[in-house]
């Protein structure tokens, strides 16, 4: 194998050098000899980190005073439950009397089970299913099925199975809740266009284990007080991200990440290469005669390539040849097959120009065969 490996994992994901070798050193001493995986959350030490941690986020995004900002524990997937419990009337109302609604836009997997899980706590309203062209494609706003009268509008803004993304905002008269897990600090955003984001960390943020949730902070005060604290944002807001014992690993490397993104050259920088690396990867797969992306370049992911080879037959000795190279976890979803190449901030440009010189000579090999 090749001294140099790439992980092109969607999550867990690769990760800054620099961070690796910071962890490493904090690793036998954070605070009084003790090891960031041997500290309590609510050690003073910690806390001073954490409360730096949000100040660097905030910074990084530009999020004023009347957000929240929340570090929870587990996968981003518990958020499509937490977020119709607490933000939908029907969710957050104690007795179910009151029906509710929602819409939510279908580009891919996650969304789809966004979708069905929200249908245990409030009413659903699909606005457009893109499964009807396989997720290759969204229609124009303007023939979505869009109900006026809801509690909120979902959708995710870049689908990792798929490698679908929405670029823009929609422009929609409800508040808007985004699963942004793939493209959180890949750009920047307007966070004024959202009233709560949610990304899990381990694809740009760090590691998994860790949920930060951005919300506004009129959505949440008083509401879905039937619930118990643990899935009430609220709660989780007035006790500081710490009302249990948080992921304070998980949590430690997110501010790493965060000030290396700042160090980088924030946001606008992370923006500039992870277009020009997602470029380079899609005009050598457009100009391929093996390998195919069937994604509409208007919504093609900045972060998540997914591509298949022409002969189902050599997906195996791509991927084995691939890894002898140094390029790991290419395998695509379980659930589509081929290919994909994650290629979040972390991914050097390097990786991506190895990516495809291995693509080149494996098609100049293998393409007499098909």
């Known amino acids: 194998m090749s001294d140099t490996v790439y992980n092109f994992g969607a999550g867990p994901a690769t990760l800054p050098s620099s961070v690796i070798d910071q962890v490493k050193s904090n690793l036998h001493d954070f605070s009084n000899g003790m090891s960031i995986m041997e500290v309590s959350h609510r050690s003073a030490a910690f806390k001073d980190y954490a409360d730096q941690s949000e100040v660097s986020i905030r910074k990084l995004l530009n999020i004023s005073d009347d957000y929240v900002v929340l570090f929870l524990q587990g996968g981003a997937t518990f958020q499509f439950t937490m977020v119709p419990q607490n933000l939908s009337e029907r969710g957050s109302n104690k007795n179910y009397q009151t029906k509710g609604s929602t819409n939510y836009l279908i580009t891919g997997g996650w969304s789809k089970k966004a979708a069905d899980y929200a249908k245990f706590h409030t009413s659903v309203n699909i606005v457009f299913d893109s499964s009807e062209n396989s997720y290759t494609n969204i229609k124009d706003i303007k023939d ?14 870049n689908e990792t199975v798929h490698g679908l993304e929405i670029h823009e905002t929609p422009d929609v008269n409800s508040p808007i809740i985004c699963d942004m897990s793939s493209t959180l600090c890949t750009r920047p955003i307007n966070i004024n266009d959202f009233d709560l984001i949610f990304a899990g960390a381990q694809k740009n943020l760090g590691i998994a284990g860790l949920t930060i949730v951005i919300v506004k902070k009129e959505l949440i005060n008083g509401k879905a007080k039937h619930l118990p604290p643990l899935l009430r944002y ?37 923006s ?55 390029l790991m976890n290419l ?20 990786g991506v120009q190895k990516l495809i010189t291995f693509m080149k000579d494996f098609e100049t090999t293998n393409f007499k065969n098909v």
Request: aromatic share 14%; glycine share 6%; charged share 20%.
């Open 144 to 157: 979505w099925n869009i109900n006026p009268d809801v509690d909120y509008f979902y959708y995710c803004a």
């Open 234 to 270: 609220e709660s989780h807001s007035l006790d500081n991200s710490m009302l249990n014992t948080s992921p304070v690993f998980a949590w430690y490397v997110a501010g790493l990440v965060f000030e290396w993104i700042i160090a980088q050259g924030g946001l606008e920088l992370m």
């Open 272 to 326: 500039e290469l992870n277009q020009e690396k997602s470029s380079l990867l899609y005009d050598f797969i457009d100009g391929s005669q093996l390998y195919k992306n069937a994604v509409d370049p208007k919504y093609r992911s900045w972060v998540n390539i997914p591509f298949t080879i022409t002969s189902n037959n050599l997906d195996e000795r791509f991927l084995n040849e691939a890894k002898c190279e140094g």
């Open 331 to 350: 395998k695509g979803h379980r659930t589509v097959g081929g290919m994909r190449a994650s290629v979040y901030n972390a991914m050097p440009i390097e």
